[in-house]
């Protein structure tokens, strides 16, 4: 979280942990791909494999961009400007047509909110940023709404969890490229 030198600003980035254990499992789930093609003779070229990783790793790093915007006019969800708006639009909604904060139940069975405002519409509350607990104490400022029973969807640790799982998984993939290139190199 970062505040600007308008002290009624604060900008809020997706949390550095959250942003690095899932760049480094998609790098761990596709990365040994090309080399497992090659040592296959896969129908598909390596060559093709390494432009869509690369392609989506840029689509997931353009996700992991999203800033959260807090000032006196409203909240706004925002994503640098060389993210496309057809693949993130982001929203903005001011303090004023904020109706209420609504939990809803996900499917896992975790517990989201959303902002409702007066005309109806539900924008969702971002919870993966870093600075979270200063983002709602912000919101319950400026709305008036209590906040002091909302929480991050997912706590640092279970991304700790899927940090180190995915360094295992990374030892896997070192041997599984040095497999693959040890068979490519004997065909």
Same mark, same amino acid.
């Given at each position: ?41 896969s129908p598909i070229p390596p060559a093709l494999l390494w432009v869509g990783i690369s392609i989506g790793f840029l689509a997931l790093y353009a996700v992991l961009t999203e ?83 909302? +929480? ?6 279970? +991304?700790?969890?899927?940090l180190v799982s995915t360094f295992f998984l990374l030892l896997v993939d070192a041997w599984t490229i040095t497999t ?8």
């Amino acid at each position: 979280m970062t505040a600007s030198t308008d002290t009624s600003t604060f900008i809020f980035r997706l949390s550095p942990l959250i942003r690095i254990a899932l760049l480094s499992l998609y790098i761990a789930l596709t990365a040994p791909l090309p080399f497992l093609s090659q040592a296959t003779a896969s129908p598909i070229p390596p060559a093709l494999l390494w432009v869509g990783i690369s392609i989506g790793f840029l689509a997931l790093y353009a996700v992991l961009t999203e800033r959260v915007i807090l000032d006196d006019q409203g909240i706004q969800v925002t994503y640098p400007v060389w993210v496309p708006r057809f693949f993130r639009k982001g929203w903005s909604l001011p303090w004023s047509q904020v109706k209420e904060l609504k939990p809803r139940t996900t499917g896992q069975g975790g517990l989201v909110y959303y902002f409702l405002s007066q005309d109806g519409k539900a924008y969702l509350l971002p919870m993966r940023v870093a600075g979270f607990a200063q983002l709602v104490r912000q919101v319950q400022a400026k709305t008036g709404i209590d906040t002091t029973d909302v +929480y991050p969807l997912a706590q640092p640790w279970m +991304y700790v969890a899927l940090l180190v799982s995915t360094f295992f998984l990374l030892l896997v993939d070192a041997w599984t490229i040095t497999t693959a290139l040890t068979l490519g190199n004997l065909n």
